[in-house]
């Protein structure tokens, strides 16, 4: 159902289809216009060979000189017809709805992934999407084909982030359909076990993937607030602790600075791409910050 122009001025309705394809594109095509790089440039698409048209065929690579000459329809082909497959796997558990930020974890994400879908897409790399809970819990595969985009986008808009992690199940169930090599985004909290996450993500490598995870916290998550008595919810289990935050502060942002450098640290050691962020931080700004450092390393 399209969206009204109300809804869309509706932040909690961002997610709504019409709405998710504006954010998607504004950050791509505001973000990176003049970059002149990117993880997806720099592969060849040199002419190969013309086949004759079938349905859905991008319309694009009509060759309308010859279909002058014969009256036939033929599509260009390319040596490298999909430059890359890209793999965008999003942890939607419950524990993604936490929104003491802008904006809930699961929705900045898909936001993200979205903008990276659009990206890809229009560089004619196979794009899929999948959802992750205690498995794998759907998934569009990767194609470039007419409507891929909005089926991304379809997918993410009917997401609804639920019960517990495990995403060392989830992501095992998710590289057994990753079965051709290219880039593997995952989106998460990481709220899980280290061994867990560590060992399917090395997994992954070990495939020939490209890995690279976006870890990503609510800003309360980050550091407690600065004082106050404040009731916390395990969203994932229902358990609640009232507690006086004041004298935890310090050791809490220790504690977590702690954990992410040491995930961070033993990922980048098996050759996982890190990129750690909070809900906070204006997603154009991270996009274009990372896109910029990754395109100067490739």
């Avoid at 000459?69 to 490298?80: E, H, M, V």
């Avoid at 793999?87 to 419950?94: G, K, P």
């Avoid at 524990?95 to 903008?115: D, E, I």
């Avoid at 995870?213 to 980050?222: G, N, R």
């Amino acid at each position: 159902m399209a969206a009204t122009q109300t809804e869309l001025q509706d932040p909690e309705l961002f997610m709504a289809l019409e709405d998710l394809e504006l954010v998607a594109r504004g950050i791509v095509e505001g973000a990176l216009h003049g970059l002149h790089q990117s993880p997806y440039v720099g592969f060849s698409v040199e002419f190969n060979a013309h086949r004759e048209y079938q349905l859905g065929d991008d319309l694009r690579y009509v060759n309308w000189n010859l279909w002058g000459r014969t009256d036939r329809l033929y599509i260009k082909q390319f040596k490298s017809d999909t430059n890359l497959n890209l793999y965008l796997l999003l942890d939607c558990t419950a524990s993604m709805l936490c929104a003491n930020g802008p904006t809930a974890k699961w929705r900045y994400g898909a936001r993200a992934l979205a903008a990276l879908a659009f990206l890809a897409l229009n560089t004619r790399d196979a794009t899929g999407l999948f959802l992750l809970q205690s498995g794998l819990e759907e998934f569009v595969p990767p194609f470039v084909r007419p409507g891929q985009f909005h089926e991304i986008l379809a997918l993410l808009e009917r997401a609804r982030p639920r019960g517990p992690t495990n995403l060392a199940k989830a992501l095992a169930e998710t590289s057994q359909l990753c079965r051709r090599r290219g880039l593997v985004v995952v989106v998460s909290d990481l709220f899980d076990q280290d061994e867990g996450i560590l060992g399917a993500l090395r997994h992954l490598r070990h495939h020939g993937h490209d890995v690279i995870v976006v870890h990503l916290l609510d800003p309360w998550e980050a550091d407690l607030p600065e004082s106050g008595q404040f009731e916390f919810q395990d969203l994932e289990t229902g358990a609640r602790l009232r507690t006086n935050v004041e004298p935890l502060r310090t050791a809490y942002r220790r504690a977590v600075a702690d954990w992410r450098d040491r995930l961070q640290r033993r990922a980048e050691d098996a050759g996982i791409d890190w990129l750690s962020c909070e809900t906070s931080a204006p997603l154009r700004d991270v996009l274009i910050n990372y896109l910029l450092r990754r395109s100067r390393l490739c």
